[in-house]
């Protein structure tokens, strides 16, 4: 009916009459993957912030890779004891913590005690505590592999 410059001419006046549309779109799923990104790193740090979490991580199996982002997160949220009493759940939970690094198999001895000498560092009024927690989780550690 029509020459084909007149289709061709529709079509082009087409492709750009939804050119802002597409674009549109591409931009919106664009910053729904930055968004979706950025919220799991949110939740992600919020979990590194629970010692609990920390705490189950390592009496799982973890790699040596995830085991130096739980320590990260464990250096960079509770190493400072500070003031908190003996009696205190923060304190036991830091304790279960070190113990549970202490204990942990993808960790070697030699990493363990360089963090101890950190820890008592950073906290030279649990010194006592510290070494008794570690001590003992490593002895455990050791009678575990003897049984095996």
């Not at 590194?48 to 949220?77: C, H, M, W």
């Amino acid at each position: 009916m029509y020459s084909l410059d007149f289709y061709i001419f529709i079509w082009c006046l087409l492709l750009v009459a939804l050119f802002p549309f597409i674009i549109l779109c591409v931009a919106f799923v664009v910053y729904e993957k930055i968004r979706d990104s950025l919220e799991n790193q949110k939740n992600r740090e919020a979990k590194f912030k629970n010692i609990d979490y920390l705490i189950s991580v390592l009496k799982g199996a973890p790699t040596a890779e995830v085991t130096q982002e739980i320590l990260d997160a464990f250096t960079r949220y509770f190493i400072p004891f500070g003031d908190i009493s003996k009696e205190s759940k923060e304190y036991q939970g830091r304790m279960d913590f070190i113990s549970a690094f202490a204990l942990c198999s993808s960790v070697d001895i030699d990493n363990v005690v360089r963090h101890r000498e950190e820890l008592v560092k950073s906290n030279p009024n649990f010194k006592k505590e510290i070494e008794t927690t570690i001590g003992s989780a490593l002895k455990t550690r050791e009678s575990e592999k003897k049984k095996k």
